[in-house]
């Protein structure tokens, strides 16, 4: 089926360029975004929706095209087909990312969409997510649901504010700069063609949110300071003596949308890096959680954003840059993202926050799970979202051993457990 838009192609962000940079063969820097129903996906139904909210998002339902001097982001001509699930973010071919660098899968109950990250990011897939969702239950239920700022109605026309490039629109003058050191990476045999294996641990949220309270930080920072300890516990048994410790370093997605009034649907994310020295591995929890928050409180400051956002866009407003031909740039960028992106962190924590339903749609969905690639040289990744009461913690890992999820898990629940204790019902 042809399939038409008022939405003209544009040029990759920033941001979308490096993610296009880092492609490799067995490799694609995908998010994955499921929703688990009470009863059995419909593939008939399923399809019907999709076809009904892709000229919604022709942001997000996009392929990836090359021209000589710069990608564009291109509306689909053909609706794309569902498929049934054999794989769990496997790697996007060159052909599916010119066509199309989505796809939507369904296996049992679960419906999963996929997103390679050039397109968009965790805020963007799940308006996409939640507009698929809801319009297959329209359809499969007659089920009227409400709009919301993270659910679309799919017959209204695409905002022009969501396709435009806030990179630009809000970096500040002065340019962040940044230094490449050796950070811890986790030991693990790379898996082959790319395969990806997911581990879920499901805890109650109020528990971990009456915990983060206790300490006056926010979730993340919690989460982000178990993190820290079981990495720095993996890192202890292989280097007992000390002498090959390297700081640890954790990759905090930040969404900008919390700071500027952005209404994109593209790309407008950036990263905190918290940082653990040798020396900080002696601390109480409550010296790590008192340290990764000043952190992130300094990272995601506006200005400091606002600064980091500038020198990423730094190269665009050079006219050098702008007349050089695409294989040219594209190696480049591909060269520094190497040196700098790869090694910069050990694993990203990335926390969705609470996902909302409409009344109207939450009784039929049971579960949300958000799940990350993990990066060429980074063996693991961490989404993580709540729901329902619930929170997914998402490990993703391309290698056999399980060991983080397994350390991550006893010590969350030991960490929580001690908290409660601690604090009793003064939370």
Not at 364 to 383: A, D, H, K, Q
Request: charged share 25%; net charge positive; hydrophobic share 40%.
């Amino acid at each position: 089926m042809d399939h038409k838009s008022s939405v003209s192609s544009y040029p990759l962000d920033n941001s979308a360029i490096i993610h296009m940079a880092a492609r490799r063969r067995n490799h694609t820097n995908s998010f994955r975004i499921a929703i688990t129903l009470r009863e059995p996906v419909c593939k008939e139904t399923l399809q019907r929706a999709l076809e009904h909210i892709t000229q919604r998002f022709p942001a997000v339902i996009a392929g990836i095209r090359s021209g000589f001097f710069q990608y564009r982001v291109v509306p689909v001509r053909d609706i794309p087909k569902v498929k049934e699930e054999t794989e769990c973010l496997a790697p996007m071919r060159k052909n599916e990312i010119r066509d199309c660098a989505f796809r939507v899968l369904y296996c049992q109950n679960r419906i999963a969409a996929e997103f390679f990250h050039s397109l968009t990011d965790g805020y963007g897939g799940m308006v996409v997510m939640n507009t698929l969702a809801a319009e297959y239950l329209r359809l499969k239920y007659a089920v009227s649901v409400s709009v919301t700022d993270t659910l679309f109605h799919p017959d209204d026309l695409p905002a022009e504010e969501e396709q435009r490039d806030d990179y630009f629109t809000y970096a500040g003058k002065q340019m962040e700069v940044f230094k490449s050191s050796s950070v811890y990476q986790l030991p693990g045999k790379p898996l082959s063609a790319g395969k990806v294996l997911v581990t879920t641990d499901f805890i109650d949220s109020d528990r971990i949110l009456k915990a983060a309270r206790c300490h006056g930080v926010s979730v993340t920072v919690f989460l982000c300071a178990v993190m820290a300890v079981s990495v720095m516990e993996i890192q202890s048994g292989n280097f007992p003596n000390g002498k090959q410790w390297k700081p640890v370093q954790i990759m905090v997605p930040v969404d900008l949308r919390k700071l500027f009034p952005s209404r994109t649907l593209r790309n407008f994310c950036l990263f905190a890096l918290v940082r653990i020295t040798r020396q900080d591995e002696k601390s109480s929890f409550r010296g790590l959680l008192r340290m990764i928050e000043s952190q992130m409180n300094t990272q995601k400051a506006r200005n400091y954003m606002q600064n980091v956002m500038a020198a990423h866009i730094r190269a665009e407003k050079f006219p050098l840059y702008r007349a050089a031909p695409l294989f040219l740039k594209w190696t480049a960028v591909r060269l520094i993202h190497w040196i700098m992106g790869e090694n910069n962190s050990c694993i990203s924590l990335s926390n969705l926050g609470v996902a909302t339903m409409p009344e109207e749609m939450s009784r039929y969905v049971e579960r949300i799970e958000f799940v990350l690639t993990p990066r060429v040289r980074s063996l693991y990744n961490c989404g993580v979202v709540s729901y329902n009461g619930k929170t997914a913690i998402n490990f993703s890992r391309n290698c056999e051993a399980s060991e983080l999820e397994k350390i991550f898990s006893r010590k969350l629940r030991q960490m929580v457990q001690i908290t409660e204790q601690d604090c009793g019902g003064n939370v």
